[in-house]
């Protein structure tokens, strides 16, 4: 089982930034296609952000695009979201898995 530790989560301004990170422990990081998901209170977990495990291809929700990048560094098993221009909406926990494991998550609060 690989173990995913989220980091990074906090209170910004809207339009202000953080940058998320997702350690995971286990040999298989480097083959694992890695995704953000967040649940913002009241809500189901909705898709943020996915990586495949080269790196070369990313993909973003509709509700991020512009604004949000993923990336990883599979040398040292992080995955990133960068998460520029942020949204009240933007409010959530923000959780790593890599389509098996969980981690418990990081809270993002963006206030007006």
């Known amino acids: 089982q690989v173990q995913l530790e989220e980091s990074g989560g906090g209170l910004v301004q809207a339009g202000g930034s953080l940058r998320l990170s997702c350690t995971a422990s286990g040999r298989l990081f480097s083959n694992s296609n890695l995704s953000w998901l967040r649940q913002a209170p009241g809500k189901g977990r909705e898709f943020a952000a996915a990586i495949t495990w080269s790196g070369v291809s990313t993909n973003v929700a509709d509700s991020v695009q512009g604004r949000f990048i993923i990336s990883r560094d599979n040398t040292t098993n992080t995955v990133i979201l960068q998460m520029n221009a942020l949204k009240v909406e933007d409010t959530a926990v923000y959780y790593c898995?890599?389509?098996?494991?969980w981690g418990r998550g990081t809270q993002v609060t963006v206030s007006s």
């Open positions: 898995n890599n389509g098996f494991d």
